[in-house]
């Protein structure tokens, strides 16, 4: 896998008439990799979507795909992008396949085979000759992404592709992306609203509010506090006597009860203590587990609780 970024966004921003929509944004997108877009309502995640693909102009800065530059090189850049920008536009009167058809037409060298190709790639064999109004929404999305895969890009763009799914059509979708980024190498860049879907899907998250960059960071790194104290289960059935046991020990900072025993926090270096000191009470411990942030802490954290949008 290249080193050389995908996407490339220098200094970024978009003003109409007097407000600044997304201010000065830099940030890298790594080849192979689910890249999450994250901001709350108006952060300007839609607007930095539509300038990559064309549909917006850029005041300042340059967005460059596979080292094209989208401003001065529009055509070389763009040939190298899939997109479905809020919702795939298909004939709901014609089939899956007539649709594929139509689309490959205006893209030169699209041969039949890679239709077939996209076909399997969806998984849509099996409905792909019925008509696009008898498609449920996960199918369609499903289509859209085949229609965005026909010209075989290095970059496929996704802006709020879960809106509407239920749950089995979102983890439908989520481990098919994750499938292309394996077996195509394929970058997906993607933006939601569902945090806990982005949590299990993405590589790298990019947060931005009031249209600046607020951090990028791979998800594990999102996930882990920036402490050297964290916070601990401790699994019970004797709580209160475990809360005095513990309160015993140096170097806890808090603690409490909680429905599966005592939530303690401390560092990472006194658990091996603790265990000990506990064991010798005699009481009875079924687990000890660091508790992780979510994505949806992390992000309200970082946002100062602005509701994601």
Same mark, same amino acid.
């Given at each position: 896998?290249?080193?050389?970024?995908?996407?490339?966004?220098?200094?970024?921003?978009?003003?109409?008439?007097?407000?600044?929509?997304?201010?000065? =944004? #830099?940030?890298?997108?790594?080849?192979?990799?689910?890249?999450?877009?994250?901001?709350?309502?108006?952060? %300007?995640?839609?607007?930095?979507?539509?300038?990559?693909? !064309?549909?917006m102009?850029?005041?300042?800065?340059?967005?460059?795909?596979?080292?094209?530059?989208?401003?001065?090189?529009?055509?070389?850049?763009?040939?190298?992008?899939?997109?479905?920008?809020?919702?795939?536009?298909?004939?709901?009167?014609?089939?899956?396949?007539?649709?594929?058809?139509?689309?490959?037409?205006?893209?030169?060298?699209?041969p039949?085979?890679?239709?077939?190709?996209?076909?399997?790639?969806?998984?849509?064999?099996?409905?792909?000759?019925?008509?696009?109004?008898?498609?449920?929404?996960?199918?369609?999305? *499903?289509?859209?992404? $085949?229609?965005?895969?026909?010209?075989?890009?290095? =970059?496929?763009?996704?802006?709020?592709?879960?809106n509407? =799914?239920?749950?089995?059509?979102?983890?439908?979708? *989520?481990?098919?992306?994750?499938?292309?980024? *394996? #077996?195509? %190498?394929?970058?997906?860049?993607?933006?939601?609203?569902?945090?806990?879907?982005?949590?299990?899907?993405?590589?790298?998250?990019?947060?931005?509010?009031?249209?600046?960059?607020?951090?990028?960071? *791979?998800?594990?790194?999102?996930?882990?506090?920036?402490?050297?104290?964290?916070?601990y289960?401790?699994?019970?059935?004797?709580?209160?006597?475990?809360?005095?046991?513990?309160?015993?020990?140096? %170097?806890?900072?808090?603690?409490?009860?909680?429905?599966?025993?005592?939530e303690?926090?401390?560092?990472?270096?006194?658990?091996?203590?603790?265990? $000990?000191?506990?064991?010798?009470?005699?009481?009875?411990?079924?687990?000890?587990?660091?508790?992780?942030?979510?994505?949806?802490?992390?992000?309200?954290?970082?946002? !100062?609780?602005?509701?994601i949008?």
């Amino acid at each position: 896998m290249s080193d050389t970024p995908v996407v490339s966004l220098r200094n970024v921003t978009k003003k109409i008439g007097r407000s600044t929509i997304v201010e000065d =944004l #830099t940030f890298d997108v790594p080849q192979g990799e689910i890249f999450g877009f994250l901001g709350p309502n108006g952060a %300007g995640k839609t607007t930095t979507i539509r300038m990559m693909v !064309g549909l917006m102009s850029i005041t300042k800065g340059d967005i460059l795909i596979k080292g094209k530059n989208v401003k001065t090189e529009f055509e070389q850049a763009i040939r190298h992008v899939g997109a479905i920008v809020e919702n795939p536009e298909l004939y709901k009167y014609l089939t899956g396949y007539q649709n594929l058809i139509h689309y490959s037409r205006m893209i030169p060298g699209v041969p039949k085979e890679r239709i077939d190709e996209v076909v399997k790639l969806v998984k849509l064999e099996n409905r792909i000759r019925d008509k696009v109004k008898k498609y449920s929404l996960g199918m369609r999305q *499903r289509l859209g992404v $085949a229609q965005a895969l026909l010209h075989r890009p290095s =970059l496929l763009i996704l802006d709020e592709p879960t809106n509407g =799914l239920d749950p089995a059509g979102i983890r439908e979708l *989520r481990d098919y992306l994750r499938y292309l980024t *394996r #077996t195509e %190498g394929i970058t997906v860049i993607v933006s939601s609203h569902l945090l806990s879907e982005m949590e299990l899907m993405c590589d790298r998250i990019a947060v931005i509010q009031r249209g600046r960059l607020v951090d990028v960071k *791979r998800i594990q790194d999102f996930m882990e506090s920036d402490e050297a104290a964290q916070t601990y289960v401790i699994e019970t059935t004797a709580a209160e006597s475990m809360l005095a046991a513990v309160g015993e020990m140096y %170097g806890i900072r808090e603690r409490r009860i909680v429905p599966e025993g005592v939530e303690v926090v401390t560092e990472r270096e006194r658990i091996p203590d603790l265990v $000990a000191h506990l064991a010798r009470t005699e009481l009875p411990i079924y687990g000890v587990r660091v508790l992780r942030q979510s994505l949806e802490d992390r992000f309200l954290e970082m946002t !100062g609780g602005e509701k994601i949008g």
